[in-house]
């Protein structure tokens, strides 16, 4: 018997039956991911939010599958053709391939030539020559002459001469052949093993394709192409400048009827008994095979595995994707310090907004230090007038047209102004334009023009990246590969998975919370935040958690869902400041009474609470690793588990891809990481790339495992190829630029340079702007935006 969904998860996830049962049945009465990882711990048994996201996943797979099994058993018993063997291997079916495989030969479809032949008596040509090769096939087929007629599936053309009779025969043998449920995955995990994708230029389109020049001429085995190449190919023959083909290994053309039976075509003859020694039919079978091969079975494989391989890679550009944005998400905020957004401009000007440390708007205003009108000396007075006037302590610029200019602007207002004591940082625009035409940004900002709610959004930014990136649309954040080439439904759903676990590990000031990111609390649907939001516009600030029980729409489901992640700062219980979740407040009045203490004076005291022991409060109701979880709370209340905000410095003079010199040392920012290496800004308006190989000096499978994105790194330049815009950097600093004329390492894995054109041409493609960024939190936010 095919194992339960349960103890299929189970075994996947390497947990217990009874562990993935309480989390299927916590998910299925509408339990959010962040709640139950953090909150039902003694029913799940410790699932942590990255097992429970993948269980959610398969769930849905496997509950798809078992819908599929159960309507593909009732359409063949309907049909009086289920088998005690057939329905036996359905039953135990382990995947959907498996399941259509064998349900291919009772899959209704339109009337075939097979079908045809059927009616017209061929059958027993057909079997009478697969059984008997030694039979005369002209001789035979003799035999089943008839005129055209009429049947109940419509007119059949009858069998008029001895061709049309064989061709009939070979028409039942090949459907035979196709439908055979074994053979097509024997043939399907040879094709994987044996099967070479290559791409060619569509002639005449050299110089339109130019981006996918390195396809041109390209081909790699199906089971190892990886996710970014396949999909390069995919859009390269969806945009019609390459032609992409599957063929088996052993053929470098296309075949001849006459050579002989290739491997696949072997698997299908030895199947069926079919073998070449001489007999009258053993030619007529042959070329049986090959027709069963070439028209269908190998029509059908490519579709599929083609079709897979994209899948596949669509997946693995979603997880880098939504690596990436994790990584941004939860990049160290500023925190809240005056800040003064810059966004950069020529013609139009630079448009300035100041933001106090909420992140209120307190100022606004346009300067022209650029051309055409270079109102250098004047628009300094303006910035340094702003900054004192409201205590500016940080400089938020953005990285579009001017970026570099206004970059030096800030410097000389904060040499100008020693006093001031100011820090600037150069940040991604990437999604302000479309939070400033938006219809949030429209109501939270109406009195303002679209041009400065960029500048705003430009300084929220660097105060609380996840605050404010939760008002974009996740897929405008461009830190992924292709993804417009991907399920759109299935990245959507994946990054608005990321958005909600970020959002829940840092915990929301409900006082302060946008409904954007109210919106992402567990629990909380887009209506209730905004509920939430009205609320507290026309009552004041929270000051407990029980007082969102007032909050229309938001029901008992919805608070015990919610609750935990919600933080009231400086209200009426200490408790509701932390991720303790209210209904464990009993279990710390408990806790309290034992110790003979009040809740305000064990927060933060580490040495009393580290001394208590969590299995001397456990009932019923609270276990262990709740009571571990609420002391640690207890320990550093609402900690944000954010890194500490560091700044990368760019170097002095190094400004354009041209001032790079070999075996120069930078420090830069991490702005993407890909499966075959990381790329780098280092002020140069274009990215560096380090290859997996140069990002350690050990052994490193996936990126991700050393770098991420907004991570301030060294980096050592290896080779400079200003005509192409390429830059080769190393994290080993021990290594040494290459001489002229040498075969450094770097050289040897061509991809390298591949993907940097690449990487550098979609860049180019999607902005016109250049992208210098020396934040740890915001640089990656402009890159790969394909």
């Not at 927060?603 to 409060?617: F, H, T, V």
């Not at 070999?662 to 075959?676: H, K, R």
Request: aromatic share 6%; glycine share 6%; charged share 25%.
């Amino acid at each position: 018997m095919l194992p339960s969904i349960e103890q299929r998860l189970a075994l996947e996830l390497a947990a217990k039956p009874v562990q993935v049962a309480a989390a299927i049945a916590l998910l299925d009465e509408g339990a959010t991911v962040p709640f139950i990882s953090r909150y039902r711990k003694e029913a799940t048994g410790g699932l942590d939010d990255i097992q429970l996201r993948l269980l959610e996943e398969r769930l849905r797979y496997l509950r798809e599958l078992e819908a599929r099994r159960a309507a593909i058993i009732s359409s063949i018993e309907e049909q009086n053709k289920m088998t005690p063997v057939l329905l036996d291997a359905i039953t135990h079916a382990e995947d959907k391939t498996r399941l259509e495989d064998l349900y291919l030969p009772y899959k209704q479809k339109r009337r075939t030539k097979a079908q045809i032949a059927l009616e017209a008596g061929l059958l027993p040509l057909a079997d009478g020559l697969l059984a008997d090769p030694t039979l005369e096939p002209e001789v035979q087929a003799a035999l089943y002459l008839k005129p055209a007629f009429s049947s109940d599936s419509g007119e059949n053309p009858g069998v008029p001469d001895t061709k049309a009779a064989l061709d009939g025969a070979r028409q039942i043998l090949m459907e035979r052949f196709a439908e055979d449920a074994s053979l097509l995955q024997a043939l399907r995990e040879y094709l994987l093993d044996h099967g070479i994708v290559e791409s060619i230029v569509v002639p005449g389109k050299e110089e339109a394709g130019a981006k996918f020049s390195d396809y041109f001429a390209y081909s790699e085995t199906l089971g190892t192409i990886p996710s970014h190449r396949a999909l390069a190919i995919f859009r390269g023959r969806r945009e019609e400048m390459l032609t992409v083909n599957l063929r088996l290994d052993t053929e470098e053309e296309k075949p001849k009827w006459d050579a002989p039976l290739n491997p696949c075509e072997s698997r299908i003859a030895a199947r069926f008994g079919v073998k070449n020694t001489g007999r009258a039919a053993d030619k007529w079978l042959a070329d049986t095979v090959r027709w069963s091969w070439r028209v269908k079975v190998f029509m059908h494989l490519d579709t599929e595995l083609m079709s897979n391989l994209r899948e596949k890679a669509e997946v693995e550009a979603i997880n880098v994707f939504a690596l990436n944005l994790k990584a941004l998400l939860l990049a160290a905020p500023a925190g809240p310090r005056a800040t003064m957004g810059l966004d950069p401009g020529l013609r139009t000007g630079c448009k300035v907004a100041i933001v106090d440390a909420t992140g209120k708007v307190v100022d606004y205003t346009t300067i022209y230090p650029h051309q055409p009108r270079n109102d250098w000396d004047g628009s300094l007075h303006v910035l340094a007038a702003l900054a004192a006037k409201h205590n500016v302590a940080l400089i938020s610029i953005g990285n579009g047209t001017a970026s570099r200019e206004t970059d030096k602007l800030a410097q000389d207002l904060i040499k100008m102004r020693p006093e001031l004591k100011l820090t600037k940082i150069v940040v991604s625009e990437a999604g302000a334009s479309v939070y400033s035409a938006s219809e949030f940004a429209s109501k939270e900002l109406p009195d303002l023009d679209v041009t400065i709610r960029g500048a705003v959004s430009i300084a929220r930014r660097l105060q609380d990246p996840l605050a404010e990136l939760v008002k974009i649309d996740p897929k405008s954040i461009g830190v992924g590969q292709y993804q417009h080439d991907v399920g759109q439904s299935q990245l959507a759903r994946s990054l608005d998975a990321v958005v909600e676990d970020c959002v829940n590990a840092v915990g929301v000031d409900v006082n302060t919370a946008s409904a954007p990111l109210l919106a992402r609390v567990s629990g909380l649907s887009s209506s209730v935040a905004q509920s939430i939001v009205n609320y507290r516009d026309a009552k004041g600030m929270f000051t407990s958690r029980a007082e969102l029980r007032s909050v229309p729409r938001l029901g008992d489901k919805t608070f015990e869902q919610a609750a935990g992640f919600l933080r009231v700062m400086k209200g009426s219980n200490p408790l509701d400041a932390s991720a303790v979740h209210p209904e464990s407040y009993p279990l710390v009045e408990k806790i309290l009474a034992d110790i003979k203490k009040d809740v305000a004076s064990i927060i933060g005291d580490e040495r009393l609470l580290k001394s208590l022991s969590p299995a001397k409060y456990a009932d019923d109701k609270f276990g262990v690793p709740t009571i571990s979880d609420i002391l640690k709370e207890l320990e550093k209340p609402g900690r944000d588990p954010r890194p500490e905000f560091t700044t990368a410095t760019f170097k002095d003079g190094v400004e354009e891809i041209r001032d790079l010199r070999p075996d120069m040392i930078l420090e830069g920012v991490v702005t993407n990481v890909a499966a075959f290496g990381a790329f780098v800004d280092i002020g140069v308006h274009q990215d560096g790339l380090v290859h997996i190989s140069a990002l350690s000096n050990t052994f490193v499978k996936d990126p991700h495992t050393v770098v991420k994105a907004g991570q301030v790194v060294k980096v050592k330049v290896l080779e400079v190829d200003e005509k192409r815009k390429r830059i080769a950097l190393t994290m080993r600093l021990t290594d040494s630029a290459p001489q002229p004329g040498s075969q450094p390492e770097q050289r040897a894995n061509r991809d390298d340079a591949k993907r940097l054109n690449q990487h550098n041409a979609q860049q180019n493609r999607q902005s016109s702007a250049p992208a210098p960024s020396n934040n740890a939190m915001a640089s990656a936010f402009a890159k790969l935006r394909s």
